[in-house]
């Protein structure tokens, strides 16, 4: 097909972006979130707060959170009373709190660190207490813009700018609720290695050790814009209705392509043409209103998150990772990391494009208590911290021999 301009390009391709998520769309109504009428599946929640409600760094606060939390072992306690023996496990962008398990009824996703905890294996339930929450912000069951406000309606666009720093001190409340002290320690990649950073310097007093995976100290401009232009994919879609979709289709097609532009971050340039090359998808022909086949693995990718997350949470969790910065108010990155006296293990991808080793050797460097830079070697680029677990299982068990005494 012959097209005249670039104007028409420009109209026809955001129509077919919109023509390929529609199946989807049909079936996933305004949100993916979890919602208090489906099962709990594994989660517990925790209502948190106070009299004076929850006060946020940007400013303003949440009168109260709930978070959804899942739990692994048995909790040992000390001679205070508190429990001794918890890790905290935290996830990244799209994950939440069902860190190892099937997928089942309520739960629309498998673990994504399968194979972390178990018998045996780095996170034993045996002698480790292991803690998830959904973050705050998220929309599997902890307090975001698709979570019920006080009037009984989604938060939507009421719900507030949060910060990494907020989110963290909603964990902290959780562990208070659960008689954690001190966590043996925090583990996190991408995101997750943001919040486990900030538990380092916010909260050393409640931390052993820490692992901080496939992160940074501080939002970079290639992040930042990059984050940002999926932020501009959802609320450029008509359905975002500012925020407040919740009663309609909502922002589907927006949250498909904000989805496809953040996997092709997610995954390195050598694991895509391996995978993929220049290969039509089967049964189609590029040339003739047909797809390549990394197209179509994008398209399954968009559909798949469609049906499990929440367009506003994206918006909320994207904006707070181009907010990161751990030395806001504290002197700047050097000082803020230098002010860590905790043992923290950094590790990184070698082909992670996304947060490139360059930003993990600056924390090794920086944080006076790591012993150098850990390297894993993975074709899959960012993913690679979800995908070798192996090598994920091996840090683990480096970060928590460094507290055995003490645990």
């Known amino acids: 097909m012959r097209r005249s301009s670039p104007e028409a390009d420009l109209t026809i391709d955001a129509r077919a972006t919109r023509a390929a998520v529609t199946a989807a769309t049909a079936t996933t109504g305004a949100t993916g979130a979890w919602t208090e009428d489906q099962p709990p599946a594994r989660r517990r929640f925790a209502d948190i707060g106070g009299a004076g409600g929850f006060a946020l760094e940007l400013g303003g606060a949440l009168p109260s959170v709930r978070v959804a939390y899942e739990t ?11 429990i001794v023996n918890a890790v905290l496990v935290l996830h990244a962008l799209t994950g939440d709190a069902h860190v190892s398990g099937d997928a089942e009824p309520g739960q629309p996703t498998p673990g994504w660190w399968n194979g972390l ?53 909603v964990e902290v409340r959780l562990a208070d609720h659960l008689e954690i ?10 995101m997750g290695g943001m919040r486990a950073l900030e538990w380092t310097i916010s909260h050393p007093d409640r931390v052993g050790a820490a692992l901080v995976l496939a992160t940074d100290a ?33 922002p589907q097609a927006g ?114 208590t790591c012993t150098g830079l850990d390297v894993v070697a993975s074709e899959y680029g ?17 970060t928590l021999a460094l507290v055995e005494d003490r645990f």
């Open 72 to 82: 692994w072992g048995t909790p040992r306690r000390g001679a205070d009373g508190t």
């Open 218 to 250: 501080a939002a970079t401009a290639d992040q930042i814009g990059l984050q940002s232009a999926q932020i501009i994919a959802i609320q450029n879609d008509p359905d975002w209705c500012a925020g407040d979709y919740y009663d309609g289709s909502g």
């Open 255 to 368: 949250l498909g392509l904000a989805r496809r532009i953040a996997h092709l971050s997610y995954r390195s340039e050598l694991d895509l043409e391996r995978r993929f090359g220049r290969e039509p998808q089967p049964g189609e022909d590029p040339l003739d209103d047909g797809r390549f086949a990394v197209q179509s693995y994008l398209d399954h990718h968009a559909r798949k998150l469609q049906h499990r997350f929440d367009a506003g949470t994206y918006v909320a969790l994207t904006d707070t990772m181009n907010t990161h910065d751990v030395g806001r108010g504290r002197g700047g990155v050097a000082a803020a990391l230098a002010s860590i006296v905790r043992p923290v293990v950094v590790a990184g991808i070698d082909t992670d494009r996304l947060y490139p080793l360059r930003l993990q050797a600056q924390l090794a460097e920086l944080i006076p």
């Open 117 to 169: 905890i178990g018998a045996g294996r780095a996170l034993d339930p045996a002698h480790w207490f292991v803690v998830a929450s959904n973050v705050l912000g998220g929309c599997q069951g902890t307090t975001g813009p698709a979570a019920t406000a006080p009037d009984g309606r989604p938060w939507g666009s009421r719900f507030p700018r949060i910060t990494v720093r907020d989110q963290v001190a």
């Open 181 to 190: 002290g001190t966590y043996a320690a925090v583990i996190g990649g991408s």
């Open 382 to 398: 960012h993913d690679g911290f979800l995908i070798e677990i192996d090598a994920v299982s091996a840090l683990v068990a480096k």
